[in-house]
């Protein structure tokens, strides 16, 4: 009788240790999982002319192939708001997180540029939303990720005057220190991206434009707060691309457009822009 009961007990244990994966530790490889693949990108971007500061929110929709708990985002140079980090179900229900964490606050040694969400339940495959409030600066010094320029105005013998504009370099692997993304190139995702920059009073924020990979939904909405301006852009849904193609830049150029009609009957607006002071060639 008392050897039958201690073969039950070593089934029973057995059988309730099989049912919990081991997830190991992820964020100690060089490349992502490849069970994580992103679907979508919704960008939100708040970029101060002032200082040259921008805050960002990044939702990412991710499919997930195999069951984790933990979701690994590339990310460099920015700061992480890990208290308003949100993960959720696609149909909208929010999940607990566990824990949230640079791959350095486990190694100080690592590398790996990785932002971890470890949920609290096992992630069934699935698709998921993983969303990030974030803040960084500008580049000044190097033309990587989002980057400061300038040029020398001379607008008909007027004194000569450093005009910035701000603009973006992401290849091969510089999204990640712009946004948290998923920063390897057969990692293609949709992009919904909407851009706002705050202009200090003095600068004229009428003559500046915003564009990137896609077409404006509509025109700019240009505003003021009583202090400073503010100009706001939302773009159209890309094509899936990866996170290197992701580009836009602020200036105050001027636009020469014209549309073209292609041998199929489909038309297409292309733009040229260039200095306010110099002239377009006919």
Known sequence: GVAVLVAVVVVIVVSTSSSSPEFGEPWKEVRLPKS?????????????????????????TLNMTEVTRYILIHTRDLNISKEKTVLSEN???????ADSFMDTDKDA????????VESKKDLEQGQYK????????????????????????????????????VSTDF???????????????????????????RFPKGIPADDYNIISNMKPKEEADRRSDGTDSIVT???????????????????????????YTRDDGSKVELAVYARREKKFQE
């Open 109 to 116: 040694e690592l590398k790996n540029e990785f932002y971890i």
């Open 233 to 259: 852009v939302a773009f159209e849904e890309s094509l899936p691309m990866s996170t290197y193609l992701v580009c836009f830049a602020v200036s105050n150029f001027l636009a020469k457009k014209e549309t």
């Open 130 to 165: 993983v969303r990030i409030h974030f803040s960084g600066k500008v580049n000044e010094n190097k033309l990587t990720g989002i980057y400061q320029s300038k040029y020398i105005s001379d607008d008909q013998g007027q004194a000569k005057e450093a005009v910035k504009q």
């Open 171 to 197: 290849e091969p692997v510089d999204a990640r220190s712009a946004f948290p993304c998923l920063d390897e190139p057969d990692q293609k995702g949709r992009w919904t991206t909407t851009i706002s920059v």
């Open 36 to 60: 994580i693949r992103a679907d979508h990108y919704k960008l939100d971007l708040n970029i101060t002319w002032k200082d040259m500061t921008y805050t960002g929110i990044q939702e990412i």
């Open 91 to 97: 149909g909208g229900e929010v999940l607990e997180i």
